[in-house]
């Protein structure tokens, strides 16, 4: 035999499907981890010192455990008060700059309605909405 026909059958021998009966069973486990992810998104609202201001927060979490929402804000003068609606839930900021809004548990992703009143404030207020692990 040449070397031309050796490399043929070998070529034959290799490429011949191995074929399962029909009662033939099999399986194979797959897994995968998927990593926890908790995220708000929504542009900076601006108020003025005009009146109301209105936008939506889109908050995504794919975890089971709590969080909490929170504006961010400049600190208040002791005259000035500026409310948030972040849903259903009304709540006056602090005159921190740090106001707690919402406490959410378990997998979530929605879009939630925001007014500010900030009709009785001095200056401009940037309000900027965060998510934190409880």
Known sequence: MTFAAVAGVACLATSVPAF???NASGS???TATVPEVCDISANQFVAD???LVTG???EFCNSNNSYQIVAMHRPLALDEVAVVQYGRIMRDLDMTGLSLIAFRSGQ???NVNVVIDAREIEAPL???FTMSPV
Do not use: F
């Open 20 to 22: 399962a009966g029909s």
């Open 28 to 30: 194979a486990r797959i």
């Open 49 to 51: 010192t005009n009146g």
């Open 56 to 58: 939506t927060v889109q």
């Open 108 to 110: 979530r992703i929605e």
């Open 126 to 128: 940037a309000v900027a």
